[in-house]
């Protein structure tokens, strides 16, 4: 592996440790309660989540483009819920728009269950289903990354759909008059 690719992998794999720590930070919050800290980030809910789907793309696209690693089935899934959110969030910025969020999470739901499932399927827990059916596929059970002894490119992209749903929900259904 080029030392790009490996300086690349433990960006990549901090940021997921990142993102990860907020979904816990993000959950502790509502739970709580904390109203300024949720006017905050409801306020830059898009910008937040923009953040995410583009670093989510660019990682996609730096493993198969520049990485050479061959998506499977699965990844390509994952990408066709992942690359319209970066165009509908930067939209939304531009626009000054804040719904965006029923459409977001309705693409960021069915990629975090695909990456979920994807990530399962490399850890062995559920059985493999045949990635390459329908054309030549790499293995979906296929480990091209692993870093901290659990962060694979599924988890990344489990992670920041996680991310962007919980974002989206505050943005969507946020209201400290109702708390």
Known sequence: MSPLVSAVNQILSILTITAQILIAGLIAIILLKKDKVLDFIKKHSVLFSFIVAV???????????????????????????????VILLGVALIKKSKDTAAFIIGLAVPGAIIAAYNYLLQLGVVPELSCSTVGYSVSCAQRFVMNFGYITIPMMALSAFTLIILLQLIQKGYNKNAA
């Open 55 to 85: 670093i989510a793309v660019s990682g996609s696209l730096f493993y198969s483009e520049v990485a050479k690693f061959t998506p499977c089935k699965l990844c390509w899934f994952q990408r066709i819920f992942m690359y319209p959110e």
